[in-house]
Every structure is written in C-alpha cells, then in structure tokens.
T-cell receptor, first 112, second 111 residues
C-alpha cells in the first residue's frame, strides 16, 4: 500500500518557538490532511489541503500542499504547552482515492 | 463536524476471548471506517462502509475480525478469537466531503 514518510519522529521545543514538520511520498496525492492526536483521544482534523501549492492557515497552524503533490508541510508558530500531542499527516493518493493513508506521526513536546 | 461516539472506551480481555466494539456516527454520515492504531503508529484502515455495504475490507483479517453496519448508521467490529497482537486502539471515523472525523477510540488490551 501507499506509504507516507513523516519527519521528524519527535520534537522537544521551548514554549514560544516555531515548529516545522513534513510528510513525503513517492506517489502523487490528491488531498493532504493534518491531524492532531492527544492521549486517549482520536485524531482531530486540523487542516485540509486540496490543491497543489495551496497554503492554508488555522490560527497558529499553517500547512502547505507541495507543488509536486508528493509532500506537505505543517508549521506551528509560537508554540504553547497545549500544542503537545502527536501530529499525523494523511492523504488520499491518486492511485487509492478512497483509502486514507497515514504517516507515522510526529510527537511534539513543548517545554515551559 | 461529524460527531462519532464509540464504546467501550477501554477493554481488557484474555487471548482467545471475543470482544465487540460499537460505533455511532451521530450525524448519520453515509461513509464509516474502522481503523486499528498500534502504539507508535498511525491508524491503519480495517474496513470501509458506504451505507450498509462494504466498500473496502482488503486489510481486515477476516479469519478473526468481522464488522457490520445495520441500517446504515451504527456499526460493530468484532474480534473472535483475540490474539496478543490485536492489542491496539480501534478507531471509528465518519466522512463528510473529503475529511474523516474520528471517534475517541476503544483501547483494547489482550493479555
């Protein structure tokens, strides 16, 4: 099946710092989604991207759909303690439009 | 946003026992998914329903896993008999346009 390579696997940052994480694939994706998952909860949708080059913001979060359609980026500005969690990229590939493929997640820890 | 309810939230069973999970996509969305999420990994699709029908169950271990969706609303996922490697969080999701919204999951521990 499709695979998404998400990096970094984990991050430890100071409160107030900016954060960047990315997701790459060898296949073309038609839709990119970014989720956040906190302990004991299901993933919560943060941002959805539908077109190559699209840049979308949700508060302090900004995500971009890569021009090649094989990657996506998520940036978090001015991190706060409640940003702690696991961030997953996910997407629908051109070859598997019905099945949502997930990355392995980025564990974010924000230090006070 | 689609609200998705799941129960139970936690379940501990011994290997070879049976277990069932329940999902209710509160807003009644037509497309429903079951995922398995093993610790440290992203969710992996087990089965997808469109109304009452199965769209994709290619990754469902059919020798022990089964799922049904009655009247196109609630769904149950069953494991019989459970193995140690089935320990995971089982997530249910409902789909709007492109986005999938997830329930809180059921954490299964098989001992």
């Amino acid at each position: 099946g499709q695979q998404l390579n998400q990096s970094p696997q984990s991050m430890f940052i100071q409160e107030g710092e900016d954060v960047s994480m990315n997701c790459t694939s060898s296949s073309i994706f038609n839709t990119w989604l970014w989720y956040k998952q906190e302990p004991g909860e299901g993933p919560v949708l943060l941002i959805a991207l539908y077109k190559a080059g699209e840049l979308t913001s949700n508060g302090r979060l900004t995500a971009q759909f890569g021009i090649t359609r094989k990657d996506s980026f998520l940036n978090i500005s001015a991190s706060i303690p409640s940003d702690v969690g696991i961030y997953f990229c996910a997407g629908y590939s051109s070859g598997s439009a019905r099945q949502l493929t997930f990355g392995s997640g980025t564990q974010l820890t924000v230090l006070p | 946003e689609a609200g998705v309810a799941q129960s139970p939230r936690y379940k501990i069973i011994e290997k070879r026992q049976s277990v069932a999970f329940w999902c209710n996509p509160i807003s009644g969305h037509a497309t429903l998914y079951w995922y398995q999420q093993i610790l440290g990994q992203g969710p992996k699709l087990l089965i997808q329903f469109q109304n009452n029908g199965v769209v994709d169950d290619s990754q469902l271990p059919k020798d022990r896993f089964s799922a049904e969706r009655l009247k196109g609303v609630d769904s149950t996922l069953k494991i019989q008999p459970a193995k140690l490697e089935d320990s995971a969080v089982y997530l249910c999701a409902a789909k709007t346009a492109y986005e999938q919204y997830f329930g809180p999951g059921t954490r299964l521990t098989v001992t």
